[in-house]
């Protein structure tokens, strides 16, 4: 397995659709593979395929809390086909806007139809974070951060500092520093 490089905001391919994978093959299953181990690596609980910069609808994901044990899970193509009408707002990270979180609203439960690793049809009833982490990645696919569902101002200050970080760490890289440290902050997992 090979860990991959994950792309950060303002990267524009995280602004791209991604089309759908016409059959899980070995290559689909491979980068399945690559992306849970490059989530696990990073750390988060979900990866999409447009984050490590290929632009294909694949999402991963793993969600072990204490309300909530699935995964891992492997799709390709996902798509919400069901969606409930009460909303439910949780404080979202994501690891291509790293230490940055906002809350956001999203439906309290949708029910998702997607591929699985053997390439068999699944739908899946997801709430509580299975249901925003769900939403989360299938937005990656189109080209959607959690960022954009946050007001413009918010927005544009985090990827303000996202820039500016961006360009610290070219500048220490030319000088030939090591990266600073970061620290652990308690925040919700990133997706």
């Given at each position: 397995m090979t860990l991959k490089t994950i792309l950060t905001a303002p990267d524009p391919r995280l602004k791209k659709k991604s089309l759908p994978v016409a059959a899980v093959d070995a290559d689909v299953r491979q980068l399945m593979d690559d992306m849970l181990e490059t989530m696990y690596a990073a750390p988060g609980i979900g990866l999409a395929a447009p984050q490590v910069g290929e632009l294909k609808r694949v999402v991963v994901l793993h969600i072990d809390r204490e309300d909530t044990k699935v995964g891992p899970l492997f799709m390709a193509n996902p798509e919400i086909v069901e969606a409930s009408d009460e909303d439910v707002t949780y404080e979202e990270g994501c690891l291509s806007v790293p230490e940055h979180y906002s809350d956001v609203v999203r439906p309290a439960k949708v029910k998702v139809r997607y591929l699985d690793r053997d390439g068999q049809q699944q739908d899946l009833a997801c709430e509580g974070l299975l249901a925003t982490c769900v939403q989360h990645e299938i937005d990656h696919l189109d080209g959607i951060l959690f960022i954009d569902h946050i007001s413009a101002l918010k927005r544009n200050m985090i990827l303000r500092?996202?820039?500016?970080?961006?360009?610290?760490?070219?500048?220490?890289?030319?000088?030939?520093?090591?990266?600073?440290?970061?620290?652990?902050?308690?925040?919700?997992?990133?997706?």
């Open positions: 500092k996202l820039l500016k970080a961006r360009k610290e760490k070219e500048r220490e890289a030319a000088e030939g520093k090591s990266p600073a440290e970061t620290k652990e902050k308690d925040h919700a997992p990133a997706l």
